[in-house]
């Protein structure tokens, strides 16, 4: 299974983007139970931004991002996406998707615990 994210861009502060992560290869025995967007800004570390169990549909957001941002999957496509409203400068980052095939009660868990991950979009916010 290969996760390719795309969408990311150069937009102005205020300005909107929407990710999509789109899962290729998926066998009759993949099933992501949790999916998740971390970003990575340049110097820092790789943080969670929005994560959503497919199963119940709960949702959660980092609180840098909450009310601004929205994560959503369409699941006959093998598809999530982000879509990101108001961005601004400090959003600037690698955008990742992940997936969890393993079930957990919570989706809000450490990146090393989501297995298939995309190759990152960039997101470039300044005026």
């Known amino acids: 299974v290969q996760l390719q994210a795309s969408g990311g861009g150069s937009v102005q502060p205020g300005g909107s983007l929407r990710l999509s992560c789109i899962a290729s290869?998926?066998?009759?025995?993949?099933?992501?139970?949790?999916v998740a967007w971390f970003r990575q800004a340049p110097g820092k570390e790789r943080e969670a931004i929005s994560c959503?169990?497919?199963?119940?549909?709960?949702?959660h957001y980092a609180e840098s991002v909450k009310g601004r941002f929205t994560i959503s999957v369409d699941n006959p496509r093998n598809a999530v996406y982000l879509e990101m409203n108001d961005l601004q400068p400090e959003d600037t980052a690698v955008y990742y998707c992940?997936?969890?095939?393993?079930?957990?009660?919570?989706?809000?868990?450490?990146?090393?615990?989501?297995?298939?991950w995309g190759r990152g979009t960039l997101v470039t916010v300044s005026s």
């Open positions: 992940a997936t969890d095939t393993l079930y957990r009660p919570t989706c809000w868990v450490a990146a090393g615990h989501y297995d298939y």
């Open positions: 290869g998926v066998t009759s025995d993949y099933y992501a139970y949790s």
């Open positions: 959503l169990k497919t199963t119940g549909g709960a949702t």
